[in-house]
């Protein structure tokens, strides 16, 4: 029993790896291909920056999600009676999403490795133990907030751009614009970013901070980051000589350096929200072997958060580069200050969604904002049939996933 | 995935700079052509009619591109309108530019002392408004750096004028010398009188053309 259990862990972590080194041989220029294409960093910084956050993004705050993969969407009590029905119907959920991704990704539809995991659960459970057996309004919230969340990482981009815009881009001193704004931005960013790692996470570094605490923590490194761009920024010279609109190249360099920081915070996000896509269903069976009496309560290990980290890590240095230059250089309209905007409408957006447990498409939050930034009339021209094909691919991959699943389930119950 | 960076595409301005480059130097050998024909040097007007007309199907070939790139469903910072209005008015100064040397290469025609003066400027002037509106979509770029709006504004607001006194100052350069046709009636046999009349009209319609598509951008700058 243990030996087959093992078996078939192992084969679920083959699978897992899989999964998470797609994650990063694709998905990680959704991080750092802004920040390529308007120069804000070098292909090399990119790639060692994106190992660093995305890692420690999946490990510090991964859980969250990892559980709702795992545990939230069915509850493995319901399998106490066949334990063995659970591990099964995970190994099936995480072929069949790996199946579809690479099905879909092979014909260039632009799919969510999110909405296939979500629905290959969901397949699962159906077939195995019926319609009952999915928590409705866990599928509810997440269902909505793969609406809502493109919506409000667009919402968040445009108010951030139309703000630069105002205050810094269309000014008479745009130099000094930027001095004047830019900590205020970087406090704004760094208590946020503070503020979703530390409060009600790290859960795996056993810190259990009040939200008093976190609050002082947040504001401090948010002074911090205020009295830090302060000094860089002083040190930036301003031609006075020069008429206001010759001075904006000098502007966007100041923004390279705030990139790097928002490229950083989208690496993070990302690793925190799609980590679950590839362990979320480890977690749920590690769960039901380690105590082969089902509980639904166990916390989800850092190692296994650690495991799909490094699986995103080598995904991201075998192949990853390789999207990461093709997006780079289609984007060449995309100067710093609008790659800014766009990644801390994203990240945010997608920080707030792992912190809730909620498994969105960070991809599809990428392209809500940077249609955000769009409509504050930043960018030169969008396509925006683009949303349309990710509907198709939306109403596609759920139904595929989950019949997918389900089939594979099936066809697992003959061989066992 | 990752494809999903193909929400990015060409953005207009490059395309409408790349345009306007091309049609300032298909208006350009207007300057040179009319002095051919001044000279009554057949060869090189011929030559440049023919460079000219190369330069207007390059012209155009370049705005088919464009067009074909801008499906309704792209998200730009200025009205898809606006941006038609204005490639189709820079396609109008080619095509003027084109009917010029089509014009002055049916026949030579020899010219008073006065008129050719009187012509010489006038051509000079009407090649320098289209690039004094070249100069207007150089600055469309900055522009959009800052989005439509700030201080270049006032910049760009102030070449428009420019370009609109030169305009006007074509025209009145046009009325002289067509009076001077008038005046000079007898020494044209009444074909040659024709066809320069067209030609003035022709060189006139250069400026505005060029005025038309500066006003379209001022309608951008309005909103």
């Given at each position: 029993?243990?030996?087959?259990?093992?078996?078939?862990?192992?084969?679920?972590?083959?699978?897992?790896?899989?999964?998470?080194?797609?994650?990063?041989?694709?998905?990680?220029?959704?991080?750092?291909?802004?920040?390529?294409?308007?120069?804000?960093?070098?292909?090399?910084?990119?790639?060692?920056?994106?190992?660093?956050?995305?890692?420690?993004?999946?490990?510090?705050?991964?859980?969250?999600?990892?559980?709702?993969?795992?545990?939230?969407?069915?509850?493995?009590?319901?399998?106490?009676?066949?334990?063995?029905?659970?591990?099964?119907?995970?190994?099936?959920?995480?072929?069949?999403?790996?199946?579809?991704?690479?099905?879909?990704?092979?014909?260039?539809?632009?799919?969510?490795?999110?909405?296939?995991?979500?629905?290959?659960?969901?397949?699962?459970?159906?077939?195995?133990?019926?319609?009952?057996?999915?928590?409705?309004?866990?599928?509810?919230?997440?269902?909505?907030?793969?609406?809502?969340?493109?919506?409000?990482?667009?919402?968040?981009?445009?108010?951030?751009?139309?703000?630069?815009?105002?205050?810094?881009?269309?000014?008479?001193?745009?130099?000094?614009?930027?001095?004047?704004?830019?900590?205020?931005?970087?406090?704004?960013?760094?208590?946020?970013?503070?503020?979703?790692?530390?409060?009600?996470?790290?859960?795996?570094?056993?810190?259990?901070?009040?939200?008093?605490?976190?609050?002082?923590?947040?504001?401090?490194?948010?002074?911090?980051?205020?009295?830090?761009?302060?000094?860089?920024?002083?040190?930036?010279?301003?031609?006075?000589?020069?008429?206001?609109?010759?001075?904006?190249?000098?502007?966007?360099?100041?923004?390279?350096?705030?990139?790097?920081?928002?490229?950083?915070?989208?690496?993070?996000?990302?690793?925190?929200?799609?980590?679950?896509?590839?362990?979320?269903?480890?977690?749920?069976?590690?769960?039901?072997?380690?105590?082969?009496?089902?509980?639904?309560?166990?916390?989800?290990?850092?190692?296994?958060?650690?495991?799909?980290?490094?699986?995103?890590?080598?995904?991201?240095?075998?192949?990853?580069?390789?999207?990461?230059?093709?997006?780079?250089?289609?984007l060449t309209d995309l100067t710093?200050?609008r790659?800014?905007?766009?990644?801390?409408?994203?990240?945010?957006?997608?920080?707030?969604?792992?912190?809730?447990?909620?498994?969105?498409?960070?991809?599809?939050?990428?392209?809500?904002?940077?249609?955000?930034?769009g409509?504050?009339r930043g960018l030169g021209a969008i396509?925006?049939?683009?949303?349309?094909?990710?509907?198709?691919?939306?109403?596609?991959?759920?139904?595929?996933?989950?019949?997918?699943?389900?089939?594979?389930?099936?066809?697992?119950?003959?061989?066992? | 995935?990752?494809?999903?960076?193909?929400?990015f595409t060409k953005s207009p301005f490059g395309s409408i700079?790349?345009?306007?480059?091309?049609?300032?130097?298909?208006?350009?050998?207007?300057?040179?052509?009319?002095?051919?024909?001044?000279?009554?040097?057949?060869?090189?007007?011929?030559?440049?009619?023919?460079?000219?007309?190369?330069?207007?199907?390059?012209?155009?070939?370049?705005?088919?591109?464009?067009?074909?790139?801008?499906?309704?469903?792209i998200l730009m910072p200025v009205?898809?309108?606006?941006i038609?209005?204005?490639?189709?008015?820079?396609?109008?100064?080619?095509?003027?530019?084109?009917?010029?040397?089509?014009?002055?290469?049916?026949?030579?025609?020899?010219?008073?002392?006065?008129?050719?003066?009187?012509?010489?400027?006038?051509?000079?002037?009407?090649?320098?408004?289209?690039?004094?509106?070249?100069?207007?979509?150089?600055?469309l770029e900055?522009?959009r750096e800052?989005s439509?709006?700030?201080?270049?504004?006032?910049?760009?607001?102030?070449?428009?004028?420019?370009?609109?006194?030169?305009?006007?100052?074509?025209?009145?350069?046009?009325?002289?010398?067509?009076?001077?046709?008038?005046?000079?009636?007898?020494?044209?046999?009444?074909?040659?009188?024709?066809?320069?009349?067209?030609?003035?009209?022709?060189?006139?319609?250069?400026?505005?053309?060029?005025?038309?598509?500066?006003?379209?951008?001022?309608?951008?700058?309005?909103?």
């Amino acid at each position: 029993m243990i030996s087959g259990d093992l078996l078939i862990l192992g084969a679920a972590s083959i699978v897992g790896f899989y999964m998470a080194y797609n994650i990063g041989a694709n998905d990680v220029a959704n991080a750092m291909g802004t920040s390529v294409g308007s120069h804000s960093l070098s292909f090399r910084q990119a790639i060692i920056i994106a190992a660093i956050f995305e890692f420690s993004g999946a490990i510090l705050a991964g859980n969250h999600v990892a559980s709702t993969i795992g545990k939230g969407i069915i509850n493995p009590i319901i399998f106490s009676s066949n334990p063995n029905d659970y591990i099964y119907g995970m190994l099936s959920s995480l072929l069949a999403a790996g199946i579809w991704l690479n099905f879909a990704t092979k014909l260039g539809w632009p799919v969510s490795t999110t909405h296939s995991i979500v629905g290959a659960v969901v397949g699962f459970g159906i077939i195995a133990r019926g319609v009952h057996s999915i928590h409705w309004n866990v599928i509810i919230h997440i269902v909505a907030s793969w609406i809502i969340s493109p919506v409000f990482g667009g919402i968040i981009s445009y108010i951030i751009f139309s703000f630069i815009l105002k205050k810094i881009l269309r000014s008479v001193e745009p130099v000094l614009a930027t001095k004047s704004y830019m900590p205020i931005i970087s406090f704004y960013l760094a208590f946020l970013l503070s503020m979703s790692i530390v409060y009600k996470g790290l859960k795996n570094l056993h810190l259990n901070l009040s939200i008093y605490n976190s609050l002082a923590i947040s504001l401090t490194l948010g002074l911090v980051a205020f009295v830090l761009s302060r000094i860089y920024l002083s040190k930036v010279k301003v031609d006075k000589t020069a008429k206001p609109w010759r001075r904006l190249p000098a502007v966007e360099r100041i923004f390279r350096y705030f990139q790097i920081v928002t490229a950083s915070y989208m690496a993070f996000a990302h690793g925190a929200n799609d980590v679950a896509n590839a362990v979320g269903p480890l977690v749920g069976m590690i769960t039901v072997i380690q105590s082969h009496n089902i509980s639904s309560t166990a916390p989800v290990s850092w190692w296994i958060l650690a495991f799909g980290g490094s699986g995103i890590v080598i995904g991201l240095a075998t192949l990853g580069y390789k999207v990461i230059i093709t997006v780079g250089r289609k984007l060449t309209d995309l100067t710093p200050s609008r790659g800014f905007s766009a990644e801390i409408g994203a990240a945010t957006t997608i920080l707030i969604a792992s912190k809730l447990g909620l498994p969105i498409s960070t991809t599809h939050v990428l392209v809500g904002s940077i249609i955000g930034v769009g409509m504050a009339r930043g960018l030169g021209a969008i396509r925006l049939s683009v949303m349309k094909d990710i509907v198709y691919a939306w109403f596609l991959t759920l139904p595929a996933a989950m019949i997918l699943s389900a089939i594979i389930y099936y066809l697992i119950g003959f061989i066992r | 995935m990752a494809m999903i960076f193909n929400i990015f595409t060409k953005s207009p301005f490059g395309s409408i700079q790349e345009m306007m480059n091309k049609v300032i130097k298909c208006a350009g050998v207007v300057d040179p052509m009319i002095d051919a024909f001044i000279s009554e040097d057949t060869d090189k007007v011929k030559k440049d009619a023919e460079l000219c007309s190369k330069l207007e199907y390059e012209a155009d070939k370049i705005k088919d591109e464009i067009r074909l790139n801008m499906p309704r469903s792209i998200l730009m910072p200025v009205a898809r309108e606006d941006i038609l209005h204005i490639l189709s008015a820079q396609d109008s100064i080619a095509d003027v530019a084109e009917d010029i040397g089509i014009l002055v290469s049916i026949k030579k025609i020899r010219l008073p002392d006065e008129i050719k003066e009187k012509l010489r400027e006038f051509k000079n002037k009407a090649v320098d408004v289209v690039k004094k509106s070249g100069l207007v979509v150089e600055k469309l770029e900055i522009l959009r750096e800052s989005s439509f709006g700030g201080p270049a504004v006032e910049e760009i607001t102030k070449l428009l004028d420019d370009v609109n006194i030169q305009e006007h100052h074509t025209d009145k350069l046009q009325f002289a010398l067509t009076k001077s046709i008038l005046d000079y009636e007898d020494k044209f046999n009444k074909a040659e009188f024709i066809l320069m009349l067209k030609i003035v009209e022709n060189i006139g319609g250069l400026a505005n053309a060029a005025e038309k598509m500066c006003n379209r951008i001022r309608l951008i700058l309005a909103r």
